[in-house]
């Protein structure tokens, strides 16, 4: 007979994404570190932590020497928090509120001295506060004061055994095991949270979340992106197309041009993709609008993603084709984001389009353009698969897909696609100028990939002269 898992219970972070990627939230009465480089985070999604379970009823203690109550206090006013219904103490007081004494030792060590008074102190908070969440930032200044690596492993343990005997849930905080190779305290743990910075050439700094281990628990592995802004840390979890179900197929999407609809064989199907490439000012835009409207008008939702230009300009010029997309907008049938490209992540980019699908009904989605998403993962080293991940997962709640993609160049040969991404589209529309008689020409060529991906149309038509 095969065996289930017994799940731990759990509670939830407080932290926007955190249980996604936890599958639950964090296990009660575990040991769980998270570590980090300065500025990462730390402090901040611990506080997340304690808030969330003061909210419960529950009670929690925070035990600090890295920050002082002021400090803190500036912290939580920073995000426009309240630490109502969080108890404090310093890992630096003796028992009972006293300095440490500051004599000689003769007997035993000064360190261990030390040590033991303050864990003398933090067991007494505990046994009066009965916490079933307590927070220790930082961890490092007992592997500064521990004479040994041996006893600082003792007293990480002492702590561990402590606290899981009284079902206190233990969250400990360091940095020092990032550049020291410590792994006392990763053995030790339940669980290992590890937040990282990532800086890159120009742009925002890019942060990511980890959970390398979670005894007992399922976890959604890998990288994560996160930001931290006023009012906290938000994780952006790792896309699985795989986790989403798929949902029935409709019937295919008209442009609501029939020339346009010829070169596709009635429209574009449900959950297929569909790459524009041409030069600069041929169209792409365009076209991409023209499913936009046809989907306003049938009552369906839908996103479009503007990297490279702004919406005034983008709605003026659609409005100026005859296409009435901002009344479209007034109406809630069509949501039109800028995104700036140095600012975002592809994790913030795919948890924008989740939201638009899952919670707003969007049918619809153009990126506009490819361009200026590859520049937001432009250093990512799997940027085809993160595009890929975006487009399964597109494909399987049956949203209409299209990705515009500027070439280099205008005429002649000399034109180049900076990626190619043909192999992952299910129609391309292939845009070129061409000069003819003094004229300048636009010739749009329309490809669609049949079951298989083996090509079942391929088509040529005028798409008209420019001036």
């Given at each position: 007979m095969p065996q289930t898992m017994i799940e731990m219970p759990r509670f939830p972070t407080g932290v926007p994404g955190l249980d996604e990627v936890l599958q639950g939230g964090l296990p009660r009465g575990a040991l769980i570190l998270v570590e980090g480089p300065p500025g990462s985070g730390k402090t901040t999604v611990a506080l997340q932590f304690l808030l969330a379970a003061a909210q419960r009823g529950e009670s929690c203690l925070l035990a600090s020497n890295a920050e002082?109550?002021?400090?803190?206090?500036?912290?939580?006013?920073?995000?426009?928090?309240?630490?109502?219904?969080?108890?404090?103490?310093?890992?630096s007081e003796a028992s009972g509120g006293e300095e440490l004494p500051t004599s000689d030792y003769t007997l035993f060590p000064e360190a261990e001295v030390e040590i033991d008074e303050t864990l003398q102190h933090l067991f007494s908070e505990v046994e009066r506060l009965k916490p079933t969440l307590l927070v220790l930032d930082t961890i490092s200044s007992l592997r500064v004061v521990a004479p040994t690596p041996a006893?600082?492993?003792?007293?990480?343990?002492?702590?561990r055994d402590f606290m899981a005997a009284r079902g206190c849930t233990t969250v400990m905080l360091d940095e020092a095991s990032m550049t020291e190779k410590d792994l006392r305290s990763q053995t030790l743990s339940d669980g290992l949270i590890e937040l990282q910075q990532v800086d890159f050439?120009?742009?925002?700094?890019?942060?990511?979340?980890?959970?390398?281990?979670?005894?007992?628990?399922?976890?959604?592995s890998g990288a994560h992106d996160f930001t931290i802004t006023t009012g906290g840390l938000e994780v952006y979890p790792r896309l699985v197309a795989q986790s989403y179900a798929a949902t029935p197929s409709f019937e295919p999407l008209e442009s609501?041009?029939?020339?346009?609809?010829?070169?596709?064989?009635?429209?574009?199907?449900?959950g297929s993709s569909t790459l524009v490439v041409g030069p600069a000012g041929i169209g792409k835009s365009t076209i991409s609008t023209l499913y936009v409207m046809a989907a306003a008008a049938r009552g369906e939702k839908?996103?479009?993603l503007l990297f490279d230009e702004n919406i005034p300009t983008y709605i003026a010029r659609s409005e100026g084709l005859g296409l009435k997309i901002q009344a479209a907008k007034e109406a809630g049938l069509v949501s039109v984001i800028h995104l700036d490209p140095a600012e975002l992540s592809a994790g913030q980019v795919a948890s924008l389009l989740i939201r638009h699908v899952e919670a707003n009904g969007a049918k619809v989605v153009v990126v506009d353009t490819l361009n200026g998403y590859l520049q937001s993962a432009m250093e990512e080293p799997s940027v085809y698969l993160h595009i890929?991940?975006?487009?399964?997962?597109?494909?399987?709640?049956?949203?209409?897909?299209?990705?515009?993609?500027?070439?280099?160049?205008?005429?002649?040969?000399?034109?180049?696609?900076?990626?190619?991404?043909?192999?992952?589209?299910?129609?391309?529309?292939?845009?070129?100028?061409?000069?003819?008689k003094g004229a300048l020409i636009r010739l749009c060529r329309?490809?669609?990939?049949?079951?298989?991906?083996?090509?079942?149309?391929?088509?040529?038509?005028?798409?008209?002269?420019?001036?």
């Open positions: 002082t109550p002021e400090q803190l206090e500036r912290i939580v006013a920073s995000h426009g928090w309240s630490l109502e219904g969080v108890h404090m103490t310093s890992l006893f600082h492993r003792r007293q990480l343990k002492r702590i050439h120009y742009g925002a700094d890019r942060r990511r979340l980890r959970v390398r281990k979670l005894r007992g628990c399922r976890y959604l609501a041009v029939p020339e346009i609809d010829a070169l596709t064989g009635g429209g574009v199907a449900r839908s996103c479009v890929r991940e975006l487009i399964s997962y597109l494909s399987r709640r049956q949203v209409v897909t299209l990705l515009t993609l500027t070439q280099h160049g205008i005429l002649g040969p000399e034109t180049a696609t900076p990626i190619d991404l043909s192999f992952l589209a299910d129609n391309v529309f292939l845009l070129r100028y061409f000069e003819m329309s490809s669609k990939s049949g079951p298989g991906g083996t090509s079942t149309q391929s088509v040529n038509s005028w798409w008209g002269t420019v001036a």
